[in-house]
């Protein structure tokens, strides 16, 4: 990769980094709640963070620093949150900090910060998530195994799409060979051939996808488990943040994430929950 191009690269990081901090700072000013403001003010710090390590890699190559002009979809973000509040805006930043999570992830010298990002969209997550007067009862059912194993339902979900689609096609298949004026015995033996190859070939099918999703969320696991060995602290941050996002005081998640942290197992099965979705218990099903 050329310089020029090395050059336009770390300016749209620049600029992105700068754009994303303005936007936590006035969803900073906006916020009523001290835990959440609180919350905003560290995101966009961590944001003008990011950015000075693009704007040092500009002055490194020697490209002078650009006026960034923020984009318009940010400061409507911020004109939105001071005239209908911070709910209102939440999820829109949230799915877009979840659509950015990986942008660094190509990016060699940018591998310290693209954890971060990654982070950073569950923590939004999680704030949008998140209700003072939350249902206590919702998240003490989700706690519970009978709760979580009903709630995926991925056996019940495979038996009734597969029963569905051998019903159809096996029926279909029946009423072919029976209008071409067949006897009762080839139709029979043909409904039953065709009900074996559905059969298999359903439940082949499940197999595969669901193996492919379990080898995805294990490399996913794996990753992450890395990233706990080898950046300890940045992870603590990273789940402090998320518990803050969930309503803790600041103090008070910052104890629990230091806890969890001296148990690497407990903290990996903590963020593969809140950071990556994916719950280590059953990795996405049973093949």
């Given at each position: ?5 090395e050059a ?8 992105d ?10 969803l900073a000013?906006?916020?009523k ?7 905003f ?7 003008r ?6 704007r ?17 979809k ?5 004109w939105l ?6 709910a ?8 877009a900090?979840?659509?950015d ?21 569950a923590?939004?997550?999680?704030a949008?998530?998140h209700r ?8 003490i ?13 991925n ?6 799409l597969?029963?569905?689609d ?7 298949l ?5 209008g071409a ?10 409904g ?11 439940a082949?099918?499940e ?7 379990r080898?995805l969320?294990?490399?996913?696991m ?20 998320i ?5 803790l ?6 104890r629990i ?6 148990d690497?197992?407990?903290?990996l ?8 979705g994916?719950n ?5 099903g049973?093949?």
């Amino acid at each position: 990769m050329n310089q020029k191009s090395e050059a336009q690269r770390y300016r749209r990081n620049y600029e992105d980094e700068v754009a994303g901090a303005a936007m936590y700072a006035a969803l900073a000013e906006v916020e009523k709640d001290p835990v959440r403001k609180d919350l905003f003010k560290q995101l966009a710090d961590a944001e003008r963070d990011h950015a000075e390590l693009w704007r040092n890699k500009l002055e490194t190559a020697g490209v002078s620093i650009p006026a960034v002009r923020l984009p318009l979809k940010i400061r409507m973000v911020g004109w939105l949150a001071q005239t209908f509040g911070i709910a209102f805006v939440l999820p829109t930043v949230a799915n877009a900090e979840f659509a950015d999570r990986n942008k660094y992830a190509d990016q060699a010298d940018a591998q310290a910060i693209s954890a971060e990002e990654r982070g950073h969209a569950a923590v939004i997550q999680a704030a949008a998530g998140h209700r003072p007067d939350g249902n206590v009862g919702a998240n003490i059912a989700r706690a519970e195994h009978w709760h979580r194993g009903a709630a995926s339902g991925n056996d019940l979900r495979a038996a009734v799409l597969g029963a569905n689609d051998g019903l159809v096609s096996n029926f279909c298949l029946i009423m072919g060979i029976a209008g071409a004026g067949t006897n009762n015995h080839i139709i029979l033996l043909t409904g039953f051939a065709g009900l074996a190859a559905g059969a298999c070939s359903m439940a082949l099918g499940e197999w595969l996808s669901v193996t492919n999703a379990r080898e995805l969320a294990q490399t996913q696991m794996d990753r992450e488990a890395e990233e706990i060995e080898q950046t300890p602290e940045a992870e603590e941050k990273e789940l402090a943040l998320i518990y803050q996002a969930k309503g803790l005081a600041k103090e008070e998640a910052q104890r629990i994430a230091h806890r969890l942290m001296r148990d690497k197992g407990a903290a990996l099965d903590t963020l593969a929950r809140e950071e990556l979705g994916i719950n280590p218990e059953d990795l996405g099903g049973n093949p």
